[in-house]
């Protein structure tokens, strides 16, 4: 299993956007093959914790593209962040 954890950090401007694109990002993720949760949450103004496991290295580096390629990527891919990445 591979899970993934920490945040990621927006400016307040970017907030709104973060918040309109994540709904379809939460749900296209959580239809990948090899998904086992997936959540992001705002936990503070401006910072929105994400947590999400899949079940082998294959189904998250598949999740990892598709993430790539996504709207989702386009609106936050120069945010930053701070995740970790633990393989079980």
Do not use: K, N
């Amino acid at each position: 299993m591979i899970r993934l954890t920490g945040t990621l950090t927006c400016a307040p401007a970017e907030a709104e956007t973060v918040r309109a694109a994540l709904p379809e990002h939460i749900r296209l993720s959580r239809a990948e093959p090899g998904c086992l949760a997936f959540d992001v949450t705002e936990t503070a103004r401006c910072e929105f914790t994400v947590a999400e496991r899949f079940v082998d290295r294959a189904a998250f580096d598949a999740h990892q593209a598709r993430t790539r390629a996504s709207d989702w990527w386009r609106v936050t891919s120069h945010m930053p962040r701070s995740f970790e990445v633990v393989e079980e």
